[in-house]
């Protein structure tokens, strides 16, 4: 065989190597999808979107509130999470050489490889103590786990943004603030989204903090000093109990939270696709 | 014939690096200077100190005055982001807006300042892409991508997102670096065709470029201004020996 | 540094100073041929002929410079001048030429008055040495050498005005010597501006200023 042949040999096993190596890579991710989707799509019916949780001993029931609660949740981390890493993110981009930029920095990074049930408790001290078991203290222990995620990747993506656009803006006489907030922002919004989200994912799916400063919830939403009912706790309760009806419930709620994560990729990326080609 | 800029004894520095040295010149209004010499002399940094945009990198600090229209620019109580708003700037690689339309581009000087009339950002972008001379090629579809254009296009769209703003001045750091030669002599047309109506002050590392289009030209090195004057005579008979020697290629 | 233009340059400098060396040689064998009254006519009407062949590859030598170098500042000035001197040498030889003619249509010195002869050769030398100068000081860009060139026209030409004050006066027995007197003596005096227009471009590409030096 001459070293030609060889090395088309050489290349096309490779290749089969490689593909083969996707597909490996990829079977967890189907497979859990495809497990949560069969064993969860006979729980979806109008009274799993409707109804609350069912008692011990009660027949059917849904995850309604369940939804409900995630969402506040989620929601109520983000509003705190997104803006205050939004504008972290923004300074160690945009005034890297400010001397405090490499403290923040550094323990953004630390902050951000905390155990999550380390943060619940955080959580707990401050906000448990104070008014009690409440979907405030689960929001703002999940806002700090978001905290960070948000923080670095806003400022990853700022930072691609080439330094000859800002020039330009500069050179236009747009003032530095109004450069990076329309200019550098706009061009790293793509990035920017993407971190949000991956942050919101993140959180959406946490279940120890949300232990620690809410726990189980069995009603609607009761105030903000009480706490609510989430899918990650559901899922968690109803799976290791006795009853049938439960545990087709933490089926399908586990298929509802991967289809919101899989959701607000969608929305995300369709919204920031290029608008010009 | 009437001064855009008296410059005198600017000086500037990166850090401890003292890259530009006690130059003072004056540069004549409703003309093309250009600023020659080998890498490093400094003509960027001089470019970039006429419209405060030096300044603004790290470590980076100036001393002397640079009379405009008479007015001190580093006069303590001058607003730079108003200086700059006088002056366009035309950068060595072409560099719109990414993710804005050519309209957009071209109105983002004014939209970013605040206008919002519709109409109105319609006649001066058509009038600044007319200046440019790149309205006829990009007037049926003015919501493509800016980086869509070819590189010379790319580079006449920065030139009228310079000119929207209605600046006095044009400053162009090496504009046509990047571009072939068929761009580069449409660019230098234009740059001609400006000088009717701006001053422009051009840097660049192409002699034969500063021979073509400037009116005056300055032959910068290391940091210092060796001769400045009209460009016939710079070309023709150099008083300065080291000047002669750059421009007839003995060293760059 | 070495430049790609160097070596064009030192190509179209070399042809010029063969030029010269031929243009001188083409006048001294013209005036020698007038002043012995020897026919060198169609020896002569080859040198000039030559002469004009090599103005025009050294003019389009210097066109080929010009085109593919962009030369400026001292490059263009030596340019400039070498091509203005390749039209001075050109004429040199035209004006050989023409002393070589009016040697074949009315004889040579030899049958003319003494004193003809004396003001003819005194002119001819003086004019001959114009030519060795302008040729020497192209050779060595030397300012100082053109400058002389000055001074000698100045004689020259005082010496062409007196010439034709005396032949008024003394009248000389036969027209022929007049006429053909007259006539390279006016030809002696153009070389002459020749001379000194070389010697102005020389200037011109050593210092770049223009001067004049009739």
Request: glycine share 6%.
């Amino acid at each position: 065989m001459d070293h030609y042949t060889v090395r088309k040999i050489i290349d096309r096993s490779m290749r089969i190597f490689a593909y083969l190596a996707l597909i490996v890579a990829l079977i967890p991710l189907f497979s859990i999808i495809g497990e949560v989707f069969l064993k969860g799509v006979s729980s979806v019916n109008i009274n799993f979107f409707t109804q609350p949780s069912p008692t011990v001993g009660e027949a059917g029931g849904g995850v309604a509130n369940a939804i409900q609660g995630t969402l506040i949740t989620v929601g109520l981390a983000s509003l705190i999470g997104v803006p205050l890493g939004l504008i972290s993110g923004i300074f160690l981009s945009e005034y890297s050489e400010a001397k405090i930029s490499s403290p923040i920095r550094f323990f953004n990074d630390v902050l951000s490889g905390f155990p999550s049930i380390v943060v619940g408790i955080f959580g707990y001290a401050l906000i448990v103590r104070a008014i009690g078991f409440s979907v405030t203290a689960a929001a703002f222990a999940l806002a700090i786990i978001m905290l960070p995620i948000v923080t670095r990747t806003t400022e990853e993506a700022m930072k691609l943004v080439p330094a000859t656009v800002r020039e330009a803006a500069i050179a236009l006489g747009v003032p530095r603030w109004r450069t990076i907030v329309t200019v550098v922002l706009s061009g790293a919004k793509k990035g920017v989204a993407t971190g949000i989200l991956l942050a919101v994912a993140r959180i959406a799916g946490e279940s120890a903090p949300i232990l620690v400063t809410m726990g189980y919830w069995r009603w609607w939403f009761a105030g903000l000093n009480q706490p609510v009912a989430s899918l990650t706790l559901n899922i968690y309760i109803f799976a290791i109990s006795p009853f049938e009806n439960w545990q087709v419930l933490a089926w399908g709620s586990a298929l509802v939270l991967v289809m919101l994560i899989l959701g607000i990729n969608i929305i995300v990326r369709a919204a920031t696709r290029e608008k010009y080609k | 014939m009437s001064y855009k800029f008296e410059i005198e004894n600017l000086n500037a520095w990166f850090g401890s690096k003292h890259v530009l040295r006690d130059i003072s010149m004056k540069i004549r209004e409703k003309a093309v200077t250009a600023i020659i010499g080998p890498s490093g002399c400094g003509k960027t940094t001089l470019i970039r100190c006429i419209n405060r945009m030096h300044e603004i990198g790290p470590n980076a600090r100036v001393s002397g005055k640079v009379l405009f229209n008479g007015i001190d620019i580093y006069a303590a109580d001058v607003d730079p982001v108003q200086i700059r708003r006088k002056m366009g700037m035309v950068f060595q690689k072409p560099n719109p807006f990414p993710m804005m339309s050519i309209y957009d581009n071209v109105a983002a000087g004014l939209k970013l300042n605040g206008m919002r009339n519709r109409e109105k950002l319609d006649t001066v972008v058509e009038r600044s892409l007319k200046m440019a001379i790149l309205w006829d090629e990009v007037k049926d579809d003015l919501n493509k991508s800016g980086a869509s254009l070819s590189g010379g296009q790319q580079q006449r769209l920065c030139i009228a997102r310079a000119l929207a703003v209605e600046p006095e001045v044009m400053l162009m750091d090496e504009p046509a670096s990047a571009l072939d030669p068929i761009a580069t002599a449409k660019l230098e047309v234009l740059i001609r065709m400006l000088a009717k109506d701006y001053t422009v002050v051009i840097v660049t590392h192409n002699m034969q470029q500063a021979a073509r289009a400037a009116d005056f030209t300055a032959f910068l090195y290391l940091g210092e201004l060796i001769e400045y004057g009209p460009t016939k005579a710079l070309f023709e008979n150099p008083e300065n020996e080291l000047t002669e020697k750059y421009i007839t290629g003995q060293f760059g | 540094m070495s430049r790609l233009i160097d070596t064009g340059l030192e190509q179209l400098a070399s042809m010029v100073f063969r030029m010269g060396e031929m243009a001188y040689k083409t006048v001294s064998l013209s005036l020698e041929s007038y002043i012995e009254g020897i026919n060198a006519l169609a020896q002569v009407q080859d040198l000039s002929e030559t002469l004009i062949v090599m103005a025009d590859e050294a003019e389009d030598k210097a066109f080929e410079l010009i085109a593919r170098f962009q030369p400026v500042a001292s490059d263009l000035r030596i340019l400039k001048s070498y091509m203005k001197v390749i039209y001075d040498f050109e004429r040199y030889g035209r004006y050989a030429l023409d002393v070589s003619q009016v040697q074949r249509a009315s004889g040579g010195l030899e049958q003319c008055e003494r004193w003809i002869n004396e003001s003819i050769r005194e002119m001819s030398e003086k004019v001959l040495n114009m030519v060795r100068t302008s040729i020497a000081s192209l050779k060595s860009h030397n300012v100082e050498l053109a400058k002389t060139l000055s001074e000698t026209e100045n004689q020259v030409d005082d010496m062409y005005f007196k010439y034709l004050d005396r032949l008024v006066e003394k009248a000389p027995a036969t027209n022929k010597c007049t006429i053909s007197s007259v006539l390279v003596a006016r030809y002696l005096e153009r070389i002459a501006d020749h001379a000194t227009y070389v010697g102005e471009s020389i200037i011109y590409l050593a210092t770049g200023e223009k001067v004049t030096l009739r």
